[in-house]
């Protein structure tokens, strides 16, 4: 029985292994940020009621199923491209089958839609716009990936306006939207912007062999590193600027040292990025991903503790 039951464990373990990477972790952690966030700051420094639980819940595991299906179908789409760019990726190893991709892809498409039609109007929206958004990314004839403005366009449209907005309206239920949201939207609008470029640096090979048009094709990965950079600054001298000027409800003085704090550390880390490695590019994106999650704590809980 137990020599029966080790197999059985061992390979639920891999396919468990195996969905966690196909779910693309930096971009579920994103999601989850995104959403706890949104439901603080909704809350206004008010402990949720029971009612309020449920409706974090539900909208976390509708954003959940919706970042499956994206990241999912778009890596059904680029299996070959995958084999040379992101070998590790469960279906570029064989792990899943293309048959089992599509069964996720397909039923965390419905579950997101299900759910978020369950919790209200607004949710619902905010899902069904950005498995649209990422049905055309992805998806021929359309596959707006191919395109390197159209390409960005998704990405920070998603996760900038639609997510933001479309979140805080369900857990407010409805408008008017805050100045804090809006300036949170705008940081992450302007932030998806440099992880949409950035992405494409250390996946030069595959994508000029199948012929997908980057800005790093275009321009030169040193290029796009600097703009990415740049990009990133910029949001955090806005935050700083923010603080003290349209968000009256907010410690500006907490603000801006935070973010001088991570405008410092993106400079200093900057010194170890090796644009010929690509481990070193590699580490230096997720070195990014997690200054964009730093801002999805630091933000709602500054308003949380001037709001109280």
């Not at 009612?51 to 499956?68: F, H, I, K, M, V």
């Not at 040193?222 to 990009?231: E, Y």
């Not at 040292?257 to 900057?270: A, D, G, K, P, S």
Request: hydrophobic residues 55%; positive net charge.
């Amino acid at each position: 029985m137990e020599s029966r039951s080790q197999p059985i464990t061992a390979s639920l373990s891999q396919h468990l292994s195996a969905l966690w990477r196909f779910s693309r972790p930096h971009t579920i952690i994103g999601t989850t940020l995104s959403v706890w966030a949104l439901f603080a700051i909704a809350q206004g420094g008010d402990w949720p009621t029971a009612t309020d639980w449920r409706s974090l819940l539900g909208a976390w595991l509708a954003c959940l199923g919706g970042n499956l299906y994206i990241v999912g179908l778009n890596q059904l789409e680029d299996i070959e491209i995958d084999r040379i760019n992101k070998p590790q990726l469960p279906l570029a190893s064989g792990e899943f089958s293309p048959r089992q991709g599509q069964w996720i892809v397909a039923l965390s498409g419905l579950a997101a839609i299900a759910l978020a039609a369950l919790q209200g109007p607004w949710l619902l929206a905010t899902v069904a716009v950005s498995l649209l958004i990422g049905t055309a990314y992805s998806l021929p004839p359309i596959r707006l990936k191919r395109f390197p403005f159209w390409a960005s366009f998704c990405i920070f449209t998603v996760r900038g306006v639609i997510v933001n907005l479309g979140l805080f309206l369900h857990f407010q239920g409805g408008f008017p939207v805050i100045s804090e949201v809006w300036a949170l939207t705008l940081f992450v609008l302007v932030f998806t912007f440099a992880i949409a470029i950035f992405k494409d640096i250390p996946d030069l090979e595959g994508d000029k062999r199948y012929q997908i048009s980057t800005l790093t094709l275009r321009l030169g990965a040193a290029a796009v590193a600097r703009l990415a950079l740049i990009t990133i600054s910029i949001c955090d001298l806005f935050m700083i600027v923010a603080g003290f000027t349209i968000l009256e409800a907010m410690n500006g003085t907490v603000l801006a040292i935070i973010h001088l704090l991570l405008l410092t550390l993106l400079w200093v880390r900057r010194r170890s990025l090796d644009l010929s490695d690509r481990t070193s590019i590699a580490a230096f994106y997720q070195f990014i991903w997690k200054l964009f999650f730093l801002e999805y704590l630091v933000f709602p809980l500054t308003y949380i503790a001037v709001n109280r």
